[in-house]
């Protein structure tokens, strides 16, 4: 069993439609980050915040929409998404001490997303 | 950027043997070396890390060696078992980016 926890495990939804993607972590860490995984591809970076600011958004669609409302939660908003949105969402966590890039990040098992 | 560099892409052993995967990295500034396992159906799982000071580190079947100077760091995995069967990244982070950097990733297969 992972620390981070996120929800739901699986998603479908049409183009039209909003939903919302949720991560916790109750390990006291004060970073939080969103990846986007394709099959066979490495986690690719989508947003970071730092003491529940974002600190990093790595150019991704406004159809994606983050908020971290207190230091354990996480959630990503998603609205008018892309058939190529479909990916493994990943929420991992981690220690702000110095720079987080140098530190253990903690991930979910991701929520696996589909969009008809 | 930063520019990582993983090897071999699928490595292919039978249990028991050793396996061994290398991570180049570009970033001089680069001061922190994980290595995430990734299972089917899951998220990445930080098996071993080292930083910047330290040159080699184990933690029972798994080892992590680092060569600053010729900027790569390589994963060991001795006696291998079916179980470790999986994708993994090397991310080295620190750097100018503000993040981890992943590789590519590795498949390794251990045949029974």
């Known amino acids: 069993d992972t620390e981070v926890t996120q929800t739901p495990k699986h998603l479908v939804m049409g183009m039209t439609n909003k939903k919302s993607l949720k991560c916790e972590q109750h390990m006291g860490h004060r970073a939080m980050y969103w990846y986007k995984q394709k099959a066979k591809k490495p986690p690719e970076l989508m947003f970071v915040?730092?003491?529940?600011?974002?600190?990093i958004n790595e150019s991704v669609p406004s159809r994606f929409s983050p908020e971290c409302p207190n230091s354990s939660l996480l959630n990503l908003h998603l609205h008018a998404l892309q058939p190529e949105d479909s990916a493994l969402y990943l929420c991992a966590s981690s220690q702000v001490t110095g720079k987080s890039s140098n530190q253990p990040q903690h991930f979910g098992d991701g929520t696996r997303l589909s969009i008809l | 950027g930063e520019n990582v560099e993983q090897h071999p892409s699928t490595l292919s052993v039978q249990e028991g043997d050793s396996a061994v995967i290398k991570c180049t990295y570009s970033d001089s500034a680069s001061n922190y070396f994980p290595w995430y396992k990734q299972e089917l159906g899951k998220g990445p799982q930080l098996i071993i890390d080292i930083r910047s000071n330290v040159g080699e580190k184990k933690d029972q079947r798994i080892a992590v060696t680092l060569n600053k100077t010729a900027k790569h760091f390589s994963l060991h995995i001795t006696e291998t078992q079916p179980e470790d069967s999986a994708v993994y990244f090397c991310?080295?982070?620190?750097?100018?980016?503000?993040?981890?950097?992943f590789g590519k990733g590795t498949k390794l297969s251990v045949k029974p």
């Open positions: 991310a080295p982070g620190g750097g100018s980016q503000g993040n981890l950097i």
């Open positions: 915040y730092s003491y529940e600011k974002l600190s």
